[in-house]
Every structure is written in structure tokens, then in C-alpha cells.
């Protein structure tokens, strides 16, 4: 049974990584790791197997598996978001029963993608996942699966049991005008780390964000900040985490995480083809430049670059 209302799922909330070993299959051992490690430096919650957890290249039976041992190792002490998302409805509906089972306290999908649905169609879509379960879904509003705009998000509002929307788009302006006409109570978690501030100044309850894994610290400090009024403050960290963000982001997506992760002492193991590894070389590359930029910010307090 799931523990935490919707309303009560707010703050920073790493869009976790999923654990591989070398042979690229599950590790159990290294997500238990991370989820433990995540939880010591103070993220408000955990959104499961999404884009950064590279859900799309796992067995359906993989994703339950990670969210079983998510469930145990977090034992109700953070709130948990599982994303459900596949091209089938079927398929969908069997992980959203699976993430209730388990105890999770709301999940979340992505739009149908790859053929081109009708907005009727994605409409039934939310709508059949969301009478499957008795939990929050939370849709999620993300270009690469194909962005809908505004008029359907409040189209999809009036689904019972659609409680919130993932915002993973650069117009932030939307999030004001989704509180506003959809409702306060309407949960809004705003994507693109890089504008976490935009998101939170504009009312968003929650950021979900890939960069969370790496550095959760700025952004909680940004959350803190923009709740205290202190936008100076929200601006510096911002900036600090869009330079880590911005510099990583020319080195690939999500090995560029992982590679960090292990060096600040917390394996997350490697990546799934076609996602492809750093070899020896290009990583030494990554990380001698990476020290570079840390001593050009010259900042600390951020664990990931204090163990630089």
C-alpha cells in the first residue's frame, strides 16, 4: 500500500539511474547502492525507471524487478514515482498493477510514441491505466516522446486519477497557467535541470531531473532558496550546476551520469547498448577536463566535485 498522498510528493526528486553490470544484465547490489546513497544526501523522493533509467532498452519483467528492490531498499522513507510508459496499453497496465502491488504512491508514462496517436487515442491510453489502479498517475510531457500542448493537458486533467504532469519542456511559462486553470492541487514536477529554478519560481511542487543522481545538493539548495524568496542564491546554484550540466552533456547521455557517479564512490555500473561505455582513454579525457572546470568554478560543497 502506498504511504504518501500526491499532494505530500514535492522537492527534488532524482529520475534514477538503472544499475547494469558488465555483461549489461540487472544489478541488484549496485541499485540498492545508489537508492541508499540517494536517500543520505537528502532527495524528497525517487521517480523510477523513466528515460534517465533507460526503460526502453529493459524487459518489461526488469522494470519490475528494479522497482520490487527500489520498494525494499527505500522501505517508505522517500515517496516513489514509477514510470510505466510503453508503446502498449496492455503492457503499461501489467507494470502500473505490478508498481501498485509493490507499494509505490503514484506512477507515470509517456505518451504512446513512434506512430503518430491521435490525441483521442492518448487519451484513452491515460485513461485505461488510470481506471487499472488506484494510485496517482502523472503524466509525462516530455519532446522526445512527442510534447502535447496545453489545451490537452487540461483535456487529460479530467481523467480520474490523472493527479499531476511531468514538465519536461523549456516553456516554462505553461506550469503558472497549469495551476492556474487546472487547479493548485494539480501536481506539477518540472523537467530540463537546467531551468529547476524556472520551474519552482513558476509554482511547480517538484523538479525530476536525470543530473539529480550526480548532484542533488545545488538543486535542493535552489528548492530551499526560491521557497525562502532568495533568488540570488537559487541563481548561483543554478548557474554552478548548469556549468557541471552544460560541460557533461558533450561527453553522452547517460554514461556521462554513471562515469561520475563512480568516481564520487557510487557505482552505478555501466549502460546498455546502444547506449555504448567511455574506454579507458576518453574517460581519463572526461575526468582530467572535468577537474579543470572544477577548479574554474572554484567552488565546494558539492560532493561530486569536492572527490574530483
Known amino acids: 500500500m502506498s504511504k504518501y498522498q500526491i499532494k ?33 544526501r537528502g532527495v524528497n523522493g525517487l521517480y523510477l525507471t523513466g528515460t534517465t533509467g533507460e526503460c526502453f532498452v529493459m524487459k518489461p519483467e526488469e522494470r519490475m524487478k528494479v522497482v520490487e528492490d527500489v520498494v ?27 508498481a501498485e502491488k509493490c507499494g509505490v504512491d503514484a506512477v507515470s508514462s509517456v505518451p504512446p510514441f513512434y506512430w503518430k496517436f491521435s490525441e483521442a487515442q492518448m487519451f484513452n491510453y491515460y485513461r485505461d491505466i488510470s481506471a487499472s489502479v488506484n494510485i496517482p498517475m502523472v503524466v509525462y510531457n516530455i519532446a522526445l516522446a512527442g510534447a502535447v500542448g496545453f489545451n490537452f493537458i487540461k483535456s487529460l486533467s479530467t481523467i480520474e486519477g490523472v493527479k499531476g504532469i511531468k514538465y519536461t519542456l523549456t516553456s516554462k511559462f505553461e506550469i503558472m497557467r497549469i495551476k492556474e486553470e ?31 543522481n550526480l548532484i542533488p545538493e545545488p538543486f535542493l539548495d535552489i528548492y530551499k532558496a526560491v521557497q525562502a524568496g532568495d533568488l540570488k542564491t537559487a541563481r548561483e546554484k543554478q548557474q554552478i550546476a548548469n556549468a557541471i ?26 549502460c546498455r547498448e546502444p547506449f555504448g561505455q567511455f574506454d579507458k582513454a576518453t574517460e581519463e579525457k572526461y575526468q582530467t577536463e572535468f577537474r579543470q572546470l572544477k577548479k574554474k568554478l572554484g567552488v565546494s560543497g558539492i560532493p561530486f566535485l569536492d572527490k574530483l
Open 8 to 40: 505530500d510528493i514535492k522537492g527534488v526528486i532524482p529520475a534514477l539511474v538503472t544499475c547494469f553490470d558488465e555483461n549489461q544484465d540487472y544489478d541488484e547490489k549496485r541499485q540498492r547502492n545508489v537508492v541508499s546513497s540517494l536517500i543520505s
Open 245 to 270: 550540466i552544460m560541460f557533461a552533456l558533450e561527453w553522452g547521455f547517460p554514461l556521462n551520469i554513471k562515469a561520475g557517479m563512480q568516481w564520487m564512490g557510487v557505482d552505478a555500473g555501466w
Open 182 to 212: 487546472i487547479g493548485k492541487d494539480f501536481m506539477v514536477y518540472s523537467g530540463c535541470d537546467e531551468m529547476a529554478i524556472a520551474g519552482f519560481s513558476f509554482g511547480a511542487d517538484g523538479a525530476i531531473g536525470s543530473f539529480y
Open 72 to 98: 525494499d531498499e527505500v522501505k517508505g522513507r522517500i515517496p516513489l514515482i514509477v514510470h510505466i510508459g510503453a508503446i502498449g496499453t496492455k503492457i503499461s497496465i501489467e507494470l502500473a498493477k505490478h
